[in-house]
Antibody, heavy 120, light 107 residues
Framework: QVQLVQSGAEVKKPGASVKVSCKTS????????IHWVRQAPGQGLEWMGWINPNSGGTNYAQKFQGRVTMTRDTSINTAYMELSRLRSDDTALYYCVRDLYSTSAWFDPWGQGTLVTVSS | DIQMTQSPSSLSASVGDRVTITCRAS??????LNWYQQRPGKAPRLLIY???SLQIGVPIRFSGSGSGTDFTLTIDSLQPEDFATYYCQQGYSTPFTFGPGTKVDIK
């Protein structure tokens, strides 16, 4: 079955960077976009951007432009999301999620989430 | 950016009840509206995509309707496992945006 398995929790200081990985299996990695969505504690869901695993092309939400970088390694079917210049309000659960049909923006399935805590 | 609102923000219901959650977009999004369920401590799960289509494995007591700017998620005969938070999401244009969520809890 399709699975997205993310890297473990991270604790970072303000100003640092974090890189989260998302290893996929059960489908052809290059066929479907990967999106990143985050959820602050007790809050709602916020879309950060997508990466096309085939071309490496990306589309970032303007809010994160200049701070986020999404990449992929097709040899190991893994996507990455790096967020730089971390602030306390970046503390959140970060999810990778596959697009159900290439570029439909139907998000399924979701990774288990990676908790990133930003604290001095 | 397209803003999404949901009502109510929370509701209490009993097993067997019919529950309706509404979602409104700040501009027309055609039928590009999806619904997700999130149980406590779990990742969200896609229930319905493109307004009406039920994702594989989702019980048929879930249904969606609407078009343009106004959409509805209906749960017929609420079951114990349905107590969760529900989010709508527009897939019409980036940045893709979610509603603030509707928490369904036990009366």
């Amino acid at each position: 079955q399709v699975q997205l398995v993310q890297s473990g929790a991270e604790v970072k200081k303000p100003g640092a960077s974090v890189k989260v990985s998302c290893k996929t299996s059960g489908y052809t990695f290059t066929d479907k976009y990967i999106h990143w969505v985050r959820q602050a504690p007790g809050q709602g869901l916020e879309w950060m951007g997508w990466i096309n695993p085939n071309s490496g092309g990306t589309n970032y939400a303007q809010k994160f432009q200049g701070r986020v970088t999404m990449t992929r390694d097709t040899s190991i079917n893994t996507a990455y999301m790096e967020l730089s210049r971390l602030r306390s309000d970046d503390t959140a659960l970060y999810y990778c999620v596959r697009d159900l049909y290439s570029t439909s923006a139907w998000f399924d399935p979701w990774g288990q989430g990676t908790l990133v805590t930003v604290s001095s | 950016d397209i803003q999404m609102t949901q009502s109510p923000s929370s509701l209490s219901a009993s097993v067997g009840d019919r529950v309706t959650i509404t979602c409104r977009a700040s501009q027309t999004i055609s039928d590009s509206l999806n619904w997700y369920q999130q149980r406590p401590g779990k990742a969200p799960r896609l229930l319905i995509y493109a307004t009406y289509s039920l994702q594989i494995g989702v019980p048929i007591r879930f249904s969606g309707s609407g078009s343009g700017t106004d959409f509805t998620l209906t749960i017929d005969s609420l079951q114990p496992e349905d107590f969760a938070t529900y989010y709508c999401q527009q897939g019409y244009s980036t940045p893709f945006t979610f509603g603030p969520g509707t928490k369904v809890d036990i009366k």
